[in-house]
């Protein structure tokens, strides 16, 4: 039942190593996103993604890209971690004529 | 650059008591104004929003006002119950792009 799902919850890691987060939605969205919580607990947006679009916070590392396999699928890919990727990072979808954004549970990213 | 301004960071509020937290925005784009509620260890999760056609929306005990002139806008607790501790993020999104920002977030304690 769940709406947004991401996988995996908790994800530990040494610097250096490259790591995928997935995320699948059963709402019949047509536009996913990634957030990235740090630990003051600011939410900031990190890509937005539909099936024509995607669109880039510029402050965004290109060590992070999203891959989408398909339109309820949207997994996060990061090449060679760094100890400042440690945050908490949340899917959400959203029709893309809706304003309401649905999100997941989290998966938090500890890099040692 | 933080688009959306929220205060207070932090805010203790007795049970029955109103809570009252604050939002001020700069882009005079954004045209929806959610707020979220998140509890520990989960996502954000839709609590109300607005749209700057109408200067105030009450669902239950949660009110948001809106001053478009001042462009700002608040979310009012009445009746403040100990499961309303939570951190609440006011956001915004504008009229070209369906990514929302969020406000830093506000960290509400109802004593009992």
């Known amino acids: 039942d769940t709406a947004v799902s991401q996988t995996p919850k908790y994800l530990v890691t040494q610097m250096g190593n490259d790591k995928s987060i997935k995320c699948e939605q059963n709402l019949g969205h047509d536009t996913m996103y990634w957030y990235k919580q740090d630990s003051k607990k600011f939410l900031k947006i990190m890509f937005s993604?539909?099936?024509?679009?995607?669109?880039i916070n510029e402050t965004v590392p290109n060590r992070f890209s999203p891959k989408s396999p398909d339109k309820a699928h949207l997994n996060l890919h990061i090449n060679s971690l760094e100890l400042g990727d440690s945050a908490v990072y949340f899917c959400?979808?959203?029709?893309?004529?809706?304003?309401?954004?649905?999100f997941g549970q989290g998966t938090r990213l500890t890099v040692v | 650059q933080q688009q959306v301004k929220q205060s207070p960071q932090s805010l203790i509020v007795q049970k029955g008591g109103i809570s009252i937290i604050n939002c001020a925005y700069e882009?005079?784009?954004?045209?929806?104004f959610p707020w979220y509620q998140q509890f520990p260890g989960k996502g954000p999760a839709l609590l109300i929003a607005?749209?700057?056609?109408?200067s105030e929306k009450k669902e239950g005990r949660f009110t948001i006002s809106f001053n478009k002139s001042a462009k700002q806008f608040s979310l009012h607790i009445m009746d403040s119950q100990p499961g309303d501790s939570a951190t609440y993020f006011c956001?915004?999104?504008?009229?070209?792009?369906?990514?929302?920002?969020f406000g830093g977030g506000t960290r509400l304690m109802v004593k009992p």
């Open positions: 993604y539909n099936n024509k679009e995607l669109i």
């Open positions: 882009n005079t784009a954004f045209d929806y």
């Open positions: 959400a979808s959203s029709h893309r004529t809706n304003t309401e954004a649905f």
């Open positions: 607005i749209r700057p056609d109408v």
């Open positions: 956001a915004a999104r504008d009229n070209a792009g369906n990514m929302l920002t």
